[in-house]
Structures are given as structure tokens and as C-alpha cells.
């Protein structure tokens, strides 16, 4: 006679029930410095209401978040405020890049624009758009959840580069 | 059209015209009149003087804007390259007056307006960051908008779209990139 599971036990790895439990509990740090920051707000409000993934809790201090979603232009004068908030994150954490000027510079192609933040960044998920509809940003929500759901960050191969320099 | 603070006599002229030009007889370069605001192109060397008249002597005591143009290029000659545009505003009449300094194109020199003006201190330091025009006087002459060690002023005409390399040159990228 087969040994029967009792129906009220799951076996799993501690690491993959935190990582389930990080994954639905993400807390953004919104880098809203344009237009795109606009979509941003309009999809974590009541309308498009991203606590429904557990993203409500929004810190404005990057020492208690570990979702950075940059959404808007970001200038050479920026960037360096930018990195020592992504610095200022406990890991693990993760970055959205939102719109076409944050993952490419857009249409800014000028002296004072950088063009891309993942030169300086590791971007875990990039929304095109001008601005991106909110149904996008929440599925780079959903493409960052999958990746905390299964440990993965592209913050490690970041912090070796940094660490060489 | 209820909001009209003033009304010109086009037959004698608005007063702060005919005060000017009687003060500055043979001294400004062009005075004119653009709908309700009247205007004053100056030499550089002119200029702290007619701006110390407009505000002592004619109640002109808010600055509104501070700008400048870089007039190379520009299809009628001007007298000299830059202009830079103080707009005033008297608030008792509602009076607008745009006074226009050129300066020349080498080594741009104008004398700062803070003394006058308190709000002109972060104005000057942008139009001295975006077009290098050196304000003498100025408390605090250094950039505002762009990074420390940018080397040029990008909003003077035949500066590259794309800029000289300072995106390539910054900083930030030498350490991530390089
Ligand atoms: S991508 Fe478009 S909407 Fe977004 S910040 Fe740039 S210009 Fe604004």
C-alpha cells in the first residue's frame, strides 16, 4: 500500500519559499524624474494597482526597498546620485528601467543626456514605450517577480565589474 | 481682457520710455515698443546704469527673467554677438520693460545685476553656465545646472548636438565603462 502525502505539507528549499516570498512582496523605489514617471504612479495607484503583486508598500528610501524602477531621463549631472542610491539598496534587489529615455536616452540623443542607464546599471527588465502604458509596466513587474521566484538578480555580474575598477 | 493694468497713450508714448530716453539721450542703442512692453538694446557698458535707473527711479523692482541669446547665425545683423535679456516688471503700473545688453563675442563680460536684483543671482550663474558670459561682481560665479567639470557652454550656436565627448568623457563612465 503507497505511503500517502499528507495533504496539508509542501517539502521545498528554505532559499526557494523566501524567494516565492520576496517575490510578492517587491518594494519599489520610484526614480520618477519625467514624463514617464507620470504612467509610473498612474500604475501603482488604485486603477492598475500594483499591490495587487505585493508592490504597495512604495519607499522613497532606498535603504528599505529593493526595486528601483527608473522612469524618465536621466542627465550626466543624475547618473552619479542614481548609482549611489542603487548603491544605497540591500541586495538582493532589482532594476526596472521605464520608457525609451531611460533604457536609450530616446529621443535626447544630446550632450546632457546619458544614454542608457545600463551602462552604469544592471537592468533586470526594460519597458519600451514613450511613455509605456502602465499594462507594461506591470509586466515588467511580472518578468521581475519570475526572476526573484527563481534567486536571479543581475546585480552580481554588476557588483564584479565594480568591484574590478 | 479684464485684466489690463495699463494703458499706453500711443500719441505720447508710455512714460517709462520718454523718462529713459531723456535720461539716456544718445545712449541706447534702439528703444521700441512690443504690444504692452517696451523695450531697450544697450551696450554692455550702458546697461547697470539703465537697469539702476529703471529700478531706483522708475519702480521697475521686480526682475522676472534673466536669459540670453546667442545671436550668431541670426538673419539681421545685431550689434554684437550675445544678448542678454533682463525683463522687469513694475508692479504698481503693471509696466513691462525688456532691456537687451550685447555683449561682444570675445572673452563676454557684463557687470552682475545681484546688487540690484537678488533673483538674478541663479540666472546669471545659468546663462554664465549655457553660454559663458562672465558676470563681474557675481558673489558666486559658478555652474548651476550642468556637472562641475563640464568644459564648454553648450547653448552658444555651432555647439554639437551630441556634445564634444563629455558623454564619453564624464566621470561616471570612466569607471563603468572603461
Ligand atoms: S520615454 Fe517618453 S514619456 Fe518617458 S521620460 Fe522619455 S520622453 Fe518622457
Redesign the pocket.
Known amino acids: 500500500m503507497a505511503v500517502e502525502k499528507p495533504f496539508d505539507i509542501t517539502t521545498t528549499t528554505l532559499e526557494s519559499a523566501i524567494n516565492w516570498a520576496r517575490s510578492n512582496s517587491m518594494w519599489p523605489m520610484p526614480f520618477g524624474v519625467?514624463?514617464?514617471a507620470i504612467?509610473m504612479m498612474a500604475a501603482l495607484m488604485s486603477k492598475y494597482d500594483a499591490s495587487r503583486f505585493g508592490s504597495e508598500v512604495l519607499k522613497f528610501s532606498p535603504r528599505q526597498s529593493d526595486l528601483l524602477i527608473v522612469?524618465?531621463?536621466i542627465s550626466l549631472k543624475m547618473m552619479p546620485v542614481l548609482m549611489r542610491i542603487w548603491e544605497q539598496m540591500p541586495e538582493p534587489k532589482w532594476c526596472i528601467s521605464?520608457?525609451?529615455?531611460?533604457s536609450s536616452g530616446?529621443?535626447f540623443d544630446t550632450y546632457a543626456l546619458i544614454q542608457g542607464i545600463d551602462q552604469f546599471l544592471p537592468v533586470d527588465a526594460y519597458i519600451p514605450?514613450?511613455?509605456p502604458r502602465p499594462e507594461a509596466f506591470i509586466e515588467a513587474l511580472m518578468v521581475v517577480q519570475e526572476k526573484a521566484r527563481e534567486g536571479k538578480a543581475s546585480t552580481q555580474a554588476y557588483t564584479e565589474k565594480a568591484q574590478q575598477v | 481682457m479684464g485684466n489690463a493694468l495699463i494703458v499706453f497713450d500711443p500719441t505720447t508714448g508710455p512714460p517709462i520710455a520718454q523718462r529713459v530716453q531723456a535720461q539716456f539721450e544718445g545712449r541706447l542703442l534702439r528703444g521700441y515698443q512690443e504690444g504692452l512692453q517696451q523695450g531697450f538694446d544697450v551696450t554692455a557698458e550702458v546697461a547697470p546704469s539703465l537697469l539702476a535707473f529703471l529700478r531706483n527711479d522708475l519702480g521697475c523692482t521686480c526682475l522676472v527673467d534673466l536669459t540670453a541669446v546667442d545671436y550668431a547665425k541670426y538673419p539681421e545683423a545685431q550689434p554684437a554677438r550675445f544678448g542678454v535679456i533682463y525683463i522687469l516688471l513694475c508692479p504698481e503700473t503693471g509696466a513691462r520693460v525688456k532691456v537687451r545688453a550685447f555683449v561682444a563675442d570675445s572673452a563676454p563680460r557684463l557687470a552682475t545685476a545681484v546688487p540690484l536684483f537678488a533673483g538674478a543671482d541663479w540666472a546669471e550663474r545659468e546663462v554664465f553656465d549655457f553660454f559663458g558670459i562672465v558676470f563681474e561682481g557675481h558673489p558666486n560665479l559658478k555652474r548651476i545646472l550642468l556637472p562641475d567639470g563640464y568644459r564648454d557652454h553648450p547653448l552658444r550656436k555651432g555647439y554639437p548636438l551630441r556634445g564634444k565627448g563629455e558623454r564619453a568623457d564624464f566621470e561616471v563612465y570612466r569607471a563603468f565603462t572603461g
Open positions: 519625467a514624463c514617464c504612467e522612469s524618465g531621463r521605464m520608457g525609451a529615455c531611460a530616446g529621443v514605450g514613450c511613455p
